[in-house]
């Protein structure tokens, strides 16, 4: 998690699924590097396993009836998430290239005789 922090790639999160022990890890190590953690567990997974993940601030999701289905769940939303950011650095990119385009425009204009 530390490097995550300190890389210069904006992280906003981290997404994982466990059945317990990993998922506690998992957001301690989240919560001390200050990035949000997401935990997705099967439906009738230990109260008390999610309670402890819960305490160190994991958003805890249940889903699905087994460990397989929640991180099916689980690729599922980091599958959504890449398309999201995807989509926001496209249009990033394309705000970007329109407003040098349009700026260059008139110059472009002018040299033409316009």
């Known amino acids: 998690m530390d490097s995550l922090k300190w890389s210069r790639a904006k992280v906003t999160g981290v997404i994982s699924a466990t059945r317990g ?6 957001k301690f190590s989240a919560a001390r590097a200050g990035i949000p953690a997401t935990i997705y567990v099967p439906h009738g997974n230990s109260a008390d396993q999610n309670a402890a993940m819960r305490a160190f601030g994991a958003a805890v999701v ?6 397989d289905e929640a991180l099916g769940e689980c690729h599922v939303r980091v599958a959504v998430c ?3 950011a995807r ?3 496209h249009r990033s990119i394309g705000a970007n290239t329109m407003a040098r385009t349009s700026e260059k425009s008139p110059k ?7």
């Open 87 to 89: 989509r926001a650095t």
């Open 62 to 67: 249940e889903f699905g009836r087994d460990f």
């Open 108 to 114: 472009i204009a002018k040299k033409a005789g316009r």
């Open 21 to 26: 022990n990993h998922g506690e890890s998992i």
């Open 82 to 84: 890449r398309q999201v």
